[in-house]
């Protein structure tokens, strides 16, 4: 079945030790979501690409940066975790802007990162 | 700019009992409207969504929304609840632009009661 993958479920990191946490889609969609989601709140858009194109939200701290090396892969680097940044972390995929009518977003079960 | 309102955080309802969650939007362009679903601990699932057309939306486990333009509502419906429906359901709404995004309300957390 074509669908978004995180990986991993869970993850502890230590305060101020980086972490990357990884989002694959088999759907092909040309745009790939990051949110961070922290406890009984919505989720929040932190940045998306379309395509190679990155498009940061100007909200997003400093803190949080990402790649996408190919269609399928993103990743969410956290250079240098709060307790703040403490959340499920979403990932999700679009087909496209330009093809409205497809627009729903299809989200991986998440990341749950615990900051120690 | 578009926003999303959905009242009540918290919203109990007895087990065979009709759900009613309430969505209410404010758009400057014809909306493109969504309920979405989180269980524990995953992602987000998406239940239903109006585009154009038909008003009445059917989605899945049995859940519709109908989209009412004068009163700026999508409220999400099922005439009897089951316990697998205890989860947090979020509305959200995009505009038609290339550039909208999607904005999800606060969501409401369904608690089912035996």
């Known amino acids: 079945d074509a669908m978004v993958i995180q990986n991993p479920r869970y993850q502890v990191t230590q305060f101020g030790k980086p972490v990357t946490l990884s989002c694959s889609q088999t759907?092909?969609?040309?745009?790939m979501y990051w949110y961070q989601q922290k406890s009984s709140q919505a989720p929040k858009l932190l940045f998306h690409?379309?395509?190679?194109?990155?498009?940061n939200e100007a909200d997003t701290p400093d803190n949080f940066q990402s790649r996408r090396p190919n269609t399928s892969f993103c990743f969410l680097d956290i250079r240098s975790p709060g307790l703040g940044d403490a959340a499920m972390y979403l990932c999700?995929?679009?087909?496209?802007?330009?093809?409205?009518?497809?627009?729903?977003?299809?989200f991986g079960p998440g990341t749950r990162l615990t900051v120690l | 700019a578009q926003s999303v309102t959905q009242l009540g955080s918290h919203v109990s309802v007895s087990e065979g009992a009709l759900v009613l969650l309430r969505c209410n939007y404010s758009?400057?362009?014809?909306?493109?409207l969504f309920w979405y679903v989180q269980y524990p601990n995953q992602g987000l699932q998406l239940l239903l969504k109006?585009?154009?057309?038909?008003?009445l939306v059917k989605g899945i486990n049995g859940f519709e929304a109908e989209f009412k333009k004068s009163e700026t509502s999508f409220h999400l419906t099922k005439p009897s609840a089951h316990m697998s429906d205890a989860a947090e359901y979020f509305c959200?709404?995009?505009?038609?632009?290339?550039?909208?995004?999607?904005?999800f309300g606060k969501g409401t957390r369904l608690h089912i009661l035996p």
């Open positions: 109006y585009t154009t057309g038909a008003t």
């Open positions: 758009s400057s362009v014809p909306p493109y």
């Open positions: 999700a995929t679009s087909r496209g802007p330009e093809l409205a009518v497809y627009n729903e977003q299809f």
């Open positions: 959200a709404v995009r505009g038609m632009n290339r550039d909208d995004k999607i904005i």
């Open positions: 759907l092909n969609h040309n745009v």
């Open positions: 690409y379309y395509d190679k194109d990155f498009n």
